[in-house]
Structure formats: structure tokens, C-alpha cells
């Protein structure tokens, strides 16, 4: 029943852009109750695009053409821009590098640029900077925060070096955009020896990098929210960078906890399990900080889902409970996940978790309907050589029924839609058991009342004198038959939902009505055409219909269950 559940669900997610690599991982995904996230390309596009170059003076240019017209400072910022940068200039397109160097990359229109690099120091989310020598000029590239305290002078709009006169002027600015979500990066020259010695530096750039939030992801992310999963987002932005960003998508609430990479490292592991469930954002994070948080977490014995993209991330991933890689993360990543998320998209995350959900509510709703069926006919099994029925079922129709409650009913509910109130619902914990008491009370309840019909069925007199006489009770025991199979029909229905109303979302799995369906006409046909292998004689229609009403009795019993339970104040579901 799981591997049919499973597998039938993961066909469906294809249409939701979630690719399952393993099968478990779905189940799984339905108890998250931590999620650590990526911002760039899950919450927002991952289209990075230059919005604006500013320089020194505090000159902005828009557009390539606005810088052209200054052409010395035109010819440093391109030389940076181009020369110190992973991507280049293909056929048709930017390849190579990250996200960042292609955006910068794009602002530059000229392909047949080329640089000569003597040494080239690469970015690293640890350093958070690159460089490349060109001759004996070092072209860097990075954050703000580590580049800009050590810039002395700057270029003006013809190049030339100026000293810096107030330094917070530029960081204030800088502020302002990053508070609106916007990305900052710095550029700047030296001519040290050492490249990696910061002294001195020439303000060349600052580079302003827009990156838009998916509207999408804002649905997504309440849907989450909505479910009671913590939601954390671990991004290499700075502070207001991801602030903002997170804001914008409603993922951050007053007073949720905002931390660097260096505040985590300063906290102990018990600090920090502590205020785990606290933080909303991790800004400039470094990859170990994912694998760290998900270690701790799963030490709170939480269900932690992880989001990852990059071959740092595949350790992270392959930890977590659920790892989601995105489509287009690396094949390192995508091997270490259970999930693949194709569109790269956060409301895709929060669709697997639903989809999870409504597994596990599908595999109950199976257990329910077995066991209710299998209490029945061990009644049956136990008291009928008692009560002198020996043998009120044959092999070959045991077979048909157990063909009916096993691969049937199995295929039938593992189509059951996912139903988005089942987000209003608190994640199952580790450690809950797969029955609980809602089911125990409908298995014992409606196996016991199956039961007692099943017998009295058989036992009664005024019963047996409702069908045709014969000495060896034909017509009575091919009743017999379908009462039990219909029993088992009408209990499909009470297992399929907590509500009174059976019939609640049941034109969402057309599956469920084509089983159902098959299995009545099937039934019909083997009570009129069983003959001798199935010992069955065609019934009257006034046999039929006695055959059929004491069977429909099993819902309004289980409906009267249901009433009592509510007035007790208890709604059940599973």
C-alpha cells in the first residue's frame, strides 16, 4: 500500500515541477517542522540583473551607454567588471561563474573583450571576495563590509584618484539599498605586491544588483507558515539585504532573530539550540552553517527539511530528513536530495509538503478500512463454528475480497487529493504512531457492528425467510457474499473522511469512484454469472435489495459514531 500510494503521488507531483528521487522522502516531507531555505532563485527569480553603478562621487549609470560617456572611469569599471569575474561570453548566452558574475557580466554588451590575467584569487563564501591581477594593477571584487574599510581614495568620473573624505557617507548609502532588498557589491583597486593585502585599496565601484521576489513564493511561504513549520532563511546577503527580502515575502515577524555566520560561530551548540526556533534569517552564511543547523535541530528532535543548490550544500542536504535541490543546482546537490525541486520555486516546497500530508492521511485511511474489514471477518472466523456457520465464505471468494480490500482499495485511495486545510494541520511528530485513537474507536466501533451484521445475517430466522429456500442455503450464502462485499464498499466511504458528509471532495479522486465503481459492477456480475467456482445463484431484486440494505447499515452507524464524537468535542480525522 505505501509503495502504491507513493509511487501514484509521485507521478502527480511531476505536474507540480516536484521530481522525486526517492520515494520515502515524500512521506517524510509531510512532518517537516523546520525548513531552512535559500533566498536567491527559491524565494526570489535568481535573475540577477544590474540596476545601477555608482562611483565615488556618487554618480549613477543606469545603463552601459551612461557609463560610456565617461570614458577613462569607463574603461577601469569594464577592466574590473570583465577581468575579474568567473563567467564569459558564449555563443548565445553567459556561462560559467555564479548567478552575480553573469549579471555583471550582462551589463556589458562588448562579447570580443578580452583580459589578460596574471593571478587570480577566486570567491569564496568564506572570504566573500575575489580578485585578479591584471599587470600591476589588482582588480577586487566583493562585500562591502570587508572591502570598503580599507578604501583610502576612490576614482572620479575621468579616473582620477581622489582621497575619500567621509567614509560613513558611502556606507550610509549603501544602506539604504540593501535595506530595500537590494544586493551591494564593492569594487576596488590596489597595486600591492600581495593581492590579498588590503591597504590602501582605490574605490572603483559600487555595484548595485536587483533581484525580485517570486509573488508566488509569498503564497508559498504562508502556506508553510500556515502549517506551523519554523521557516529559516539562510542566505549569503547581508543583514538588510535578507531582511528586507524576507519581509517582503512575510517569512520574518517582530522579534524573530536575525544572525550572521559570525554570531552563529560565537554561540555554543546549546546557545544556539536554544534560540533555534527563534531566528527567521541567517545572513551571510557559509555552507557549514546549513550542515550545523540541521544537526542541532534534529538533536530538538525536529523533522528538518534543507534547501540547496551549490556541491556545498550537498552535505547539508544529504543530512537533513528531507533535502529539496533545485532543477537547476548541481548534480552533486541533486544526487544528495530527495527531492528535486524543478522550477527552482518555494511554493513547489510547500506543494511536496502537502502532498506529504496527504500521503500519510491516505495510508491511515487504508489501515482504517483493513483492519475495520479484517476485525470483521476474524469475528466471523472465530464465533461462526459456534454458532454452526462453518463456512460462510469460500477460498475463491476470499480471494475476490481480499483482491478488493488490498490492491483495490489501495489504488483507490492513494488518489486522494490534497486538500489545502490539511496546511492548518501542526506537523506529526517523530515519534507519533500511525494509529491513533480516532482510528481505534472507527476500526473496533464499525469491525464490531460489521460483524454483529454479518452474523445476524446469517442467523436469523426472520432473515433467512426473506430468501428462497434451498437445502443447501444457495441464495442465502451468494446474499452472504455481496452483503460482505458491499459492507466492505460502504466502509470505503466512512474510512475516506472524518466529515459527515461522505461525499466531501470526492469528485477530486475520480479514481476512488472508477475503483468503487469497478468493484460493484464486478460484484454484480459474479452473484448472476459466479456459478459453481464462486458458489453463487442470482438473486431477486428483492433479494438483492435486502442483500444491499442490511450492507448500507455499516454508514449511518459509523455516522451516529461521528455524531457522538462531536458532542464530545471531538472531530476526529486522521
Same mark, same amino acid.
Given at each position: 500500500?505505501?509503495?502504491?500510494?507513493?509511487?501514484?503521488?509521485?507521478?502527480r507531483?511531476? &505536474?507540480?515541477?516536484?521530481l522525486?528521487?526517492?520515494?520515502?522522502?515524500?512521506?517524510?516531507?509531510?512532518?517537516?517542522?523546520?525548513?531552512?531555505?535559500?533566498?536567491?532563485?527559491?524565494l526570489?527569480?535568481g535573475k540577477l540583473?544590474?540596476?545601477n553603478?555608482?562611483?565615488?562621487e556618487?554618480?549613477?549609470?543606469?545603463? !552601459?551607454?551612461d557609463?560610456? &560617456?565617461?570614458?577613462?572611469?569607463?574603461?577601469?569599471?569594464?577592466?574590473c567588471?570583465i577581468?575579474?569575474?568567473?563567467?564569459?561570453?558564449?555563443e548565445?548566452?553567459?556561462?560559467?561563474?555564479?548567478?552575480?558574475d553573469r549579471?555583471?557580466?550582462?551589463?556589458?554588451?562588448?562579447?570580443n573583450?578580452?583580459v589578460?590575467r596574471?593571478?587570480?584569487?577566486p570567491f569564496?563564501s568564506?572570504n566573500?571576495?575575489?580578485?585578479?591581477?591584471?599587470?600591476?594593477?589588482?582588480l577586487?571584487?566583493?562585500?562591502?563590509?570587508?572591502?570598503?574599510?580599507h578604501?583610502k581614495?576612490?576614482?572620479?568620473?575621468?579616473g582620477k584618484?581622489?582621497?575619500?573624505i567621509?567614509?560613513?557617507?558611502?556606507e550610509?548609502?549603501?544602506?539604504?539599498?540593501? /535595506?530595500k532588498?537590494?544586493? %551591494?557589491?564593492?569594487?576596488?583597486?590596489?597595486k600591492?605586491?600581495?593581492p590579498e593585502?588590503?591597504?590602501?585599496l582605490t #574605490?572603483l565601484?559600487?555595484?548595485?544588483? &536587483?533581484? !525580485?521576489?517570486r509573488?508566488?513564493?509569498i503564497e508559498? %511561504?504562508?502556506?508553510v507558515m500556515?502549517?506551523?513549520i519554523?521557516t @529559516?532563511m539562510?542566505?549569503?546577503?547581508? /543583514?538588510d539585504t535578507? #531582511?528586507?527580502i524576507?519581509? !517582503?515575502?512575510?517569512l520574518?515577524?517582530?522579534?524573530?532573530?536575525?544572525?550572521?555566520?559570525?554570531?552563529?560561530?560565537k554561540?555554543s551548540?546549546e546557545e544556539?539550540?536554544?534560540k533555534?526556533?527563534?531566528?527567521?534569517?541567517?545572513?551571510r552564511?557559509?555552507?557549514?552553517?546549513?550542515s550545523?543547523?540541521?544537526?542541532?535541530?534534529?538533536?530538538?528532535?525536529?523533522?528538518?527539511?534543507?534547501?540547496?543548490?551549490g556541491?556545498?550544500?550537498?552535505?547539508?542536504?544529504?543530512?537533513?530528513?528531507?533535502?529539496?535541490?533545485m532543477?537547476?543546482?548541481t548534480? @552533486?546537490?541533486k544526487?544528495?536530495?530527495?527531492i528535486?525541486?524543478?522550477?527552482?520555486n518555494f511554493?513547489?516546497?510547500? &506543494?511536496?509538503i502537502?502532498f506529504?500530508?496527504?500521503?500519510f492521511?491516505?495510508?491511515?485511511?487504508?489501515?482504517?478500512?483493513?483492519?475495520t474489514?479484517?476485525?470483521?471477518?476474524?469475528?466471523l472466523?472465530?464465533?461462526?463454528?459456534?454458532?454452526?456457520?462453518?463456512?460462510p465464505i469460500t477460498?475463491i471468494?476470499?480471494?475476490?475480497?481480499n483482491m478488493?480490500m488490498?490492491t483495490?482499495?489501495?489504488?483507490?485511495?492513494?488518489?486522494?487529493?490534497?486538500?489545502?486545510?490539511?496546511m492548518?494541520e501542526?506537523?506529526?511528530?517523530?515519534?507519533?504512531?500511525?494509529?491513533?485513537?480516532?482510528?481505534?474507536?472507527?476500526?473496533?466501533?464499525?469491525?464490531?457492528?460489521?460483524?454483529?451484521?454479518c452474523?445476524?445475517?446469517?442467523?436469523?430466522?426472520?432473515?433467512?425467510?426473506?430468501?428462497?429456500?434451498?437445502v443447501?442455503?444457495?441464495?442465502l450464502?451468494?446474499?452472504?457474499?455481496?452483503?460482505?462485499?458491499f459492507?466492505d464498499?460502504?466502509? !470505503?466511504?466512512?474510512?475516506?473522511t472524518?466529515?459527515?458528509? #461522505?461525499?466531501?471532495?470526492?469528485l477530486?479522486?475520480?479514481?476512488?469512484?472508477?475503483?468503487v465503481?469497478?468493484?460493484?459492477? @464486478?460484484?454484480?456480475f459474479?452473484?448472476?454469472y459466479?456459478?459453481?467456482?464462486?458458489?453463487?445463484?442470482?438473486l431477486?431484486?428483492?433479494e438483492?435489495?435486502?442483500?444491499?440494505?442490511?450492507a448500507?447499515t455499516?454508514i449511518?452507524f459509523?455516522?451516529i459514531r461521528?455524531?457522538?464524537?462531536r458532542?464530545?468535542?471531538?472531530?476526529?480525522?486522521?
Amino acid at each position: 500500500m505505501i509503495t502504491l500510494v507513493l509511487s501514484s503521488n509521485m507521478k502527480r507531483m511531476m &505536474k507540480d515541477n516536484v521530481l522525486v528521487r526517492k520515494l520515502i522522502g515524500i512521506e517524510t516531507s509531510g512532518s517537516i517542522n523546520i525548513l531552512f531555505t535559500d533566498k536567491t532563485g527559491t524565494l526570489t527569480h535568481g535573475k540577477l540583473e544590474v540596476i545601477n553603478i555608482i562611483n565615488g562621487e556618487f554618480k549613477e549609470y543606469k545603463k !552601459e551607454k551612461d557609463l560610456i &560617456k565617461d570614458k577613462k572611469y569607463y574603461d577601469l569599471v569594464k577592466l574590473c567588471c570583465i577581468g575579474n569575474n568567473q563567467s564569459s561570453y558564449g555563443e548565445n548566452n553567459i556561462i560559467g561563474g555564479n548567478i552575480t558574475d553573469r549579471a555583471i557580466l550582462s551589463y556589458f554588451k562588448d562579447d570580443n573583450y578580452k583580459v589578460k590575467r596574471d593571478k587570480i584569487i577566486p570567491f569564496s563564501s568564506k572570504n566573500k571576495y575575489s580578485i585578479t591581477t591584471v599587470g600591476n594593477l589588482n582588480l577586487i571584487k566583493g562585500a562591502p563590509e570587508v572591502i570598503l574599510k580599507h578604501c583610502k581614495t576612490y576614482y572620479d568620473s575621468n579616473g582620477k584618484e581622489r582621497p575619500i573624505i567621509n567614509i560613513r557617507k558611502v556606507e550610509n548609502l549603501i544602506s539604504e539599498y540593501t /535595506k530595500k532588498g537590494i544586493r %551591494v557589491l564593492v569594487s576596488a583597486t590596489s597595486k600591492n605586491i600581495n593581492p590579498e593585502k588590503f591597504e590602501n585599496l582605490t #574605490l572603483l565601484s559600487i555595484i548595485l544588483i &536587483k533581484d !525580485e521576489v517570486r509573488k508566488e513564493a509569498i503564497e508559498g %511561504v504562508k502556506m508553510v507558515m500556515d502549517a506551523h513549520i519554523k521557516t @529559516v532563511m539562510i542566505t549569503g546577503d547581508n /543583514k538588510d539585504t535578507a #531582511l528586507s527580502i524576507a519581509k !517582503e515575502v512575510g517569512l520574518y515577524k517582530e522579534g524573530d532573530l536575525v544572525l550572521t555566520h559570525e554570531e552563529l560561530d560565537k554561540m555554543s551548540d546549546e546557545e544556539l539550540k536554544s534560540k533555534i526556533l527563534n531566528i527567521s534569517i541567517v545572513a551571510r552564511s557559509l555552507p557549514s552553517d546549513k550542515s550545523r543547523l540541521v544537526r542541532l535541530s534534529q538533536e530538538l528532535n525536529l523533522v528538518v527539511g534543507m534547501t540547496g543548490d551549490g556541491v556545498n550544500d550537498a552535505p547539508a542536504l544529504k543530512k537533513a530528513d528531507v533535502g529539496f535541490s533545485m532543477g537547476s543546482g548541481t548534480e @552533486v546537490a541533486k544526487e544528495a536530495s530527495d527531492i528535486v525541486i524543478l522550477d527552482d520555486n518555494f511554493l513547489s516546497i510547500s &506543494k511536496a509538503i502537502l502532498f506529504g500530508r496527504t500521503i500519510f492521511k491516505s495510508i491511515r485511511k487504508f489501515i482504517i478500512l483493513q483492519l475495520t474489514i479484517n476485525l470483521c471477518a476474524l469475528s466471523l472466523s472465530i464465533i461462526g463454528p459456534f454458532i454452526d456457520i462453518e463456512m460462510p465464505i469460500t477460498v475463491i471468494q476470499m480471494l475476490w475480497i481480499n483482491m478488493v480490500m488490498d490492491t483495490l482499495a489501495g489504488l483507490a485511495f492513494s488518489f486522494e487529493p490534497p486538500l489545502p486545510e490539511y496546511m492548518k494541520e501542526y506537523p506529526k511528530k517523530k515519534e507519533e504512531n500511525i494509529m491513533n485513537k480516532y482510528m481505534i474507536n472507527q476500526i473496533f466501533f464499525t469491525g464490531v457492528y460489521s460483524s454483529l451484521v454479518c452474523i445476524l445475517f446469517l442467523k436469523l430466522p426472520f432473515v433467512r425467510n426473506l430468501f428462497r429456500y434451498d437445502v443447501n442455503d444457495k441464495y442465502l450464502y451468494t446474499a452472504f457474499f455481496g452483503l460482505f462485499i458491499f459492507i466492505d464498499i460502504f466502509n !470505503e466511504f466512512n474510512a475516506r473522511t472524518h466529515r459527515l458528509n #461522505l461525499l466531501a471532495n470526492i469528485l477530486k479522486n475520480k479514481v476512488f469512484i472508477i475503483v468503487v465503481t469497478f468493484i460493484v459492477i @464486478v460484484q454484480i456480475f459474479l452473484i448472476y454469472y459466479g456459478g459453481n467456482l464462486f458458489r453463487t445463484s442470482g438473486l431477486t431484486l428483492f433479494e438483492f435489495e435486502v442483500m444491499l440494505a442490511f450492507a448500507f447499515t455499516v454508514i449511518p452507524f459509523d455516522w451516529i459514531r461521528k455524531l457522538v464524537l462531536r458532542s464530545k468535542g471531538i472531530k476526529g480525522g486522521v
